[in-house]
């Protein structure tokens, strides 16, 4: 009882604090109030929120930090010159490269629109450099916007073809954390490249790098028999793009279709692409990378070969002396009995008759009848 009546009293006390006393309000003030509150507020008099300021644009800011740059006024057009010249004709740096790739593609936009074969060729351009740069995720952004490109104008076959060869690169080259992700990347390389299996190219440099995507996308999918007869087809075109000539590419293509062999359980297919690898980089004086390939080349194999190099050097050394001797015996020869050269001297009736009668008389196979006639007729010659 005691701690509700205390509970009691406490509430009462909290009341009174609450009340607020009137008494010493007089009409006057509560009418002033009453008049202040009912009064509609004026909008004049609010004060107004603080404005957010923008942040400023960066070419607003970039000319404000660097007041001595002068504002290049050329049209859209006569930048795109510039730059188009600049990526033909000098070896730039991958920066460089991506800054004018970029400036490029905003250009082109500019000057030409969106749906523009300057825009796809842009956009196509900076999804190779970023493949390049293995950077496949950045890469198909802009291919696949430069593929929707091509629903609105006309493409040649050739630039279809290179914008196929670069999506398919692309899916090869994103990352897949699953199964399914896997198979699905596949899928999409294959069928950009689809259409242009069968079609005879005349670059052959996108020959050859169709050809190999087409060796990659089956030796992904394990099936390393077409992948070997599609890297063989690969190592064609590129011999034929190179003109003969062997590059780093050339190795690097050797190393990858060992290692696809490997794979396979083709071990005679497998040394012998790695040792065309070892001996292309030791050809072009690419020492380094021909001792990581040397190391993947069993020591008998490149024993054999040795052997193999030597046996063939000495038998063609003793040909060459066979040869040699054989000829000058027929130069002593035909110094030694000059009758038996060649170029013979016209005969005259006198040495007929002399080399008949030589003939006639060293030759067994005459008969009496024979020689007599022959005698007659040395007798009418002296007569």
């Known amino acids: 009882m005691s701690s509700r009546n205390q509970t009691r009293s406490d509430l009462s006390r909290s009341s009174q604090r609450k009340t607020i006393s009137t008494a010493k309000m007089t009409q006057r003030d509560m009418d002033s109030s009453a008049h202040r509150l009912a009064r509609i507020p004026n909008k004049f008099t609010v004060?107004?929120?603080?404005?957010?300021?923008?942040?400023?644009?960066?070419?607003?800011?970039?000319?404000?930090?660097?007041?001595?740059?002068?504002?290049?006024?050329?049209?859209?057009?006569?930048?795109?010159?510039?730059?188009?010249?600049?990526?033909d004709g000098e070896e730039l740096d991958d920066n460089d490269r991506f800054n004018f790739l970029?400036?490029?593609?905003?250009?082109?936009?500019?000057?030409?629109?969106?749906?523009?074969?300057?825009?796809?060729?842009?956009?196509?351009?900076?999804?190779?450099?970023?493949?390049?740069?293995?950077?496949?995720?950045s890469a198909l952004r802009h291919l696949s916007k430069a593929q929707q490109i091509t629903r609105s104008i006309e493409v040649s076959d050739e630039d279809s073809l290179s914008l196929a060869i670069e999506l398919s690169e692309a899916h090869l080259s994103s990352k897949a954390t699953t199964k399914a992700e896997n198979n699905k990347q596949?899928?999409?390389?294959?069928?950009?490249?689809?259409?242009?299996?069968?079609?005879?190219?005349?670059?052959?440099?996108?020959?050859?790098?169709?050809?190999?995507?087409?060796?990659?996308?089956?030796?992904?999918?394990?099936?390393?028999?077409d992948a070997l007869k599609l890297y063989e087809k690969s190592i064609d075109s590129l011999d034929v793009a190179n003109d003969g000539r062997k590059n780093a590419g050339t190795a690097a293509l050797y190393l990858e279709i060992g290692e696809c062999a490997e794979n396979a359980n083709d071990m005679k297919t497998s040394n012998k692409m790695y040792k065309?690898?070892?001996?292309?980089?030791?050809?072009?004086?690419?020492?380094?990378?021909?001792?990581?390939?040397?190391?993947?080349?069993?020591?008998?194999?490149?024993?054999?070969?040795?052997?193999?190099?030597?046996?063939?050097?000495?038998?063609?050394?003793?040909?060459?002396?066979?040869?040699?001797?054989?000829?000058?015996?027929?130069?002593?020869?035909?110094?030694?009995?000059?009758?038996?050269?060649?170029?013979?001297t016209p005969k005259t009736p006198e040495s007929e008759n002399k080399s008949s009668s030589s003939s006639s008389s060293s030759s067994p196979n005459h008969s009496p009848r024979s020689r007599n006639n022959e005698q007659q007729e040395n007798e009418e010659n002296e007569n």
């Not at 644009?57 to 504002?71: C, E, G, H, K, R």
């Not at 795109?80 to 010249?85: A, V």
């Open 47 to 87: 004060p107004k929120a603080a404005k957010i300021e923008q942040p400023e644009s960066y070419a607003i800011s970039y000319f404000n930090n660097n007041p001595d740059v002068q504002l290049d006024k050329r049209s859209p057009i006569e930048k795109l010159e510039e730059i188009n010249q600049r990526l």
């Open 276 to 344: 065309k690898a070892y001996d292309t980089f030791i050809e072009l004086n690419m020492t380094d990378s021909a001792k990581l390939v040397e190391g993947k080349i069993p020591p008998s194999y490149l024993e054999e070969d040795y052997n193999y190099d030597q046996n063939y050097v000495q038998n063609t050394e003793e040909e060459e002396m066979v040869e040699t001797r054989m000829l000058k015996t027929m130069t002593d020869s035909s110094l030694q009995s000059p009758h038996q050269s060649a170029i013979q």
């Open 102 to 137: 970029v400036q490029r593609k905003s250009l082109s936009f500019l000057a030409y629109g969106e749906n523009s074969p300057e825009c796809f060729e842009a956009l196509r351009d900076l999804g190779n450099f970023y493949n390049r740069q293995n950077r496949p995720e």
């Open 186 to 225: 596949l899928n999409n390389a294959e069928s950009a490249l689809n259409p242009y299996i069968e079609i005879e190219v005349e670059d052959k440099t996108l020959a050859y790098k169709r050809d190999l995507l087409l060796a990659r996308i089956k030796a992904r999918r394990n099936k390393y028999d």
